[in-house]
């Protein structure tokens, strides 16, 4: 079963614009992880989070993680047309990764 | 060089054929997994393997078989394909807990 859900399941921005998307999971986690899908292309791993950690930055990327609410958010900040994708989060336990929906980002030029 | 590297990345056949695919990941890790990506985009672990041990085995049906001849290898067979098999299968692997996984480009299967 889907573990994670993701929020919105689309978002359309500007150029420049923050991106901000949300993902709520059920269950134990030892991390949780984003990854990008290119139209017609594998997933590619973004960044990931351990359980005990609350917050991760990657270039213009900044990942928080809540466990007692069981969220985690998406930030891409001054974004690019290039970053038009799907966004995946992911919650991994023991080497078990349940994906969620996904979140359709669109960034207009 | 391809880290996870899947054949064939388009895969046509009629509904009732048996097909394979193939996936090879040079990376050294000791785990690998398919996934299935439906039409609306959801993925779905299938299996896994660690060590060509399978430890995860979701509920798909028995038409769909693993095999792993070495840590460096996980092929997926499907026995009598039927119209809901299409989709697309990723296969992925991975190290441990602590480090992200790494996909195939995925083997798009229309079945027919």
């Known amino acids: 079963s889907q573990q994670g859900e993701e929020d919105p399941q689309a978002l359309s921005i500007q150029e420049g614009e923050n991106a901000t998307m949300n993902c709520s999971y059920k269950t134990s986690i030892n991390n949780l992880q984003w990854y990008r899908q290119n139209s017609g292309r594998g997933l590619v791993h973004l960044i990931l989070?351990?359980?005990?950690?609350r917050e991760k930055h990657s270039g213009r990327l900044r990942v928080t993680l809540d466990t007692s609410k069981k969220s985690s958010s998406l930030l891409i900040t001054a974004s690019r047309a290039a970053d038009t994708a799907s966004y995946f989060c992911a919650t991994d336990y023991n080497n078990d990764m349940r994906f969620g929906a996904g979140t359709r980002l669109t960034v207009k030029p | 060089d391809t880290a996870v590297s899947q054949t064939p990345k388009y895969l046509v056949t009629q509904m009732g054929n048996d097909k394979s695919i193939k996936c090879e990941q040079n990376l050294g890790h000791d785990t690998m997994y398919w996934y299935k990506q439906d039409s609306k985009k959801f993925l779905k672990i299938m299996f896994s393997y660690n060590n060509k041990e399978l430890i995860i085995n979701e509920t798909v049906p028995n038409r769909f078989s693993p095999k792993s001849p070495d840590k460096a290898h996980l092929n997926l067979h499907i026995n009598s394909l039927e119209l809901g098999d299409s989709a697309v299968y990723f296969c992925a692997s991975s190290q441990s807990v602590h480090y992200g996984y790494t996909f195939g480009s995925g083997t798009r299967l229309t079945v027919v």
């Open positions: 989070i351990r359980s005990n950690e």
